[in-house]
């Protein structure tokens, strides 16, 4: 059982690059999320998704882009990245009814 | 939004020894959880909690939801040196805020003692 697969693990931008950060489930999970993770503030939801082809703006949506096309994928985009998204990507997901989450491993970024 | 506070922030511990975290939340909730992350992998799910006064262990983890259910409490006992990481607390609120979403604590970083 794979779990929850983050690719890729790592990736350096430029300011101003964009990429698409991806995230695939075998659970069959409805929920799904995108955290990123910085010293000292612990996890912040960036979007989620309650759904196939549903999405929603979590905390910090500002500069991010999702799309849930398929119930297993989960796309975060970054359209024009900045220093300051600069961070470690975390998604997740977990059945309906039930809040354990289940995390990937996570995808360290840094934009320069 | 809502915000855990969790506590300690960090700390140091040496083998053998217990170790006590707790986090507290303003607002009621239903669910709680307790995650540990190792370096450079995501949080793993630790234990659940869904009633309040629920006491439940997982080998030598034990954690309670508090009767107020405005708090959680992690204790590990006869610690040993891959304890360390980052333990997180989770929660869901009893009447849906934060968009039914869970709320995370900043984390309680475990180190040993030099």
């Known amino acids: 059982n794979a779990g929850v697969t983050q690719t890729p693990k790592f990736r350096v931008l430029k300011t101003g690059q964009s990429m698409t950060l991806l995230c695939a489930q075998d659970?069959?999970?409805?929920?799904m999320y995108w955290y990123r993770q910085d010293p000292g503030m612990g996890l912040r939801l960036i979007h989620y998704?309650?759904?196939?082809?549903?999405?929603a703006k979590g905390e910090v949506p500002d500069g991010y882009n999702v799309s849930r096309l398929k119930k297993q994928n989960f796309l975060l985009g970054l359209e024009s990245a900045a220093p300051s998204q600069t961070s470690v990507y975390f998604c997740?997901?977990?059945?309906?009814?039930?809040?354990?989450?289940?995390f990937g491993s996570g995808t360290r970024l840094t934009v320069v | 939004g809502q915000q855990l506070n969790q506590s300690p922030q960090s700390m140091f511990i040496q083998e053998g020894e217990d170790v006590s975290m707790n986090c507290t939340s303003s607002?009621?909730?239903?669910?709680w959880l307790w995650y540990k992350q190792d370096p450079g992998e995501g949080p793993v799910l630790l234990i659940a909690?869904?009633?309040?006064?629920e006491l439940t262990s997982n080998g030598r983890l034990t954690a309670q939801f508090g009767i107020t259910r405005k708090d959680s409490f992690l204790n590990i006992s006869a610690s040993i040196p891959s304890d360390v990481g980052i333990y997180f607390c989770?929660?869901?609120?009893?009447?849906?805020?934060?968009?039914?979403?869970?709320?995370f604590g900043k984390g309680t970083k475990l180190s040993v003692k030099p």
């Open positions: 997740a997901s977990r059945p309906t009814g039930n809040y354990g989450y289940t």
């Open positions: 659970m069959n999970h409805e929920y």
């Open positions: 998704s309650v759904g196939e082809g549903t999405t």
């Open positions: 607002s009621i909730f239903n669910t």
């Open positions: 909690l869904y009633k309040a006064g």
């Open positions: 989770a929660g869901h609120e009893r009447f849906g805020g934060s968009q039914g979403n869970l709320i």
